[in-house]
């Protein structure tokens, strides 16, 4: 699966690439990371906003919202259907999905917390989960942020 961030999924079978469809918003979201365990399962975290969105039965609908949070989310990582994670960007927080519900943030990245007023901004951009009890997180530093 690919997510665009104009609203748009397009699905891949192992052969082609289907077209790009419009993804359910009721805020016209922009869709920036998607993690896809298997090929029934996938879900989609927004860049502009704490909106999510979750593929199944072979459509998307609303993954719920990301609590307490102001700004979106910069990649997500999903091992299983029921365990992902995902980094917001500015914020130096991580929060998880249990197939359900989303948790609150924690805050791993100080620095990215910090430099949200500093002359420099840090961003946790990215993270990897193998699975449900093994994270890796890294900012535009180089510094990484492991959840074992």
Known sequence: MAVLQSGYAAR???TTWSRPAAL?????GEPDSVS??????????DARDSATLVYKNSRWSSGGTIPDRQTGM???SCPASDFCAAVDGQGGN???FDGTTWTTPVTVDTKAAHSLNGPVLIFLMSVSCPSATFCVAGDTTGDA???S
């Open 94 to 96: 991580v929060v998880t």
């Open 24 to 28: 359910p918003s009721a805020d016209g």
């Open 12 to 14: 891949y079978d192992g």
């Open 74 to 76: 910069a990649s997500v």
């Open 36 to 45: 896809c365990p298997t090929a029934r399962f996938c879900l989609a975290v």
């Open 145 to 147: 942020f492991v959840r």
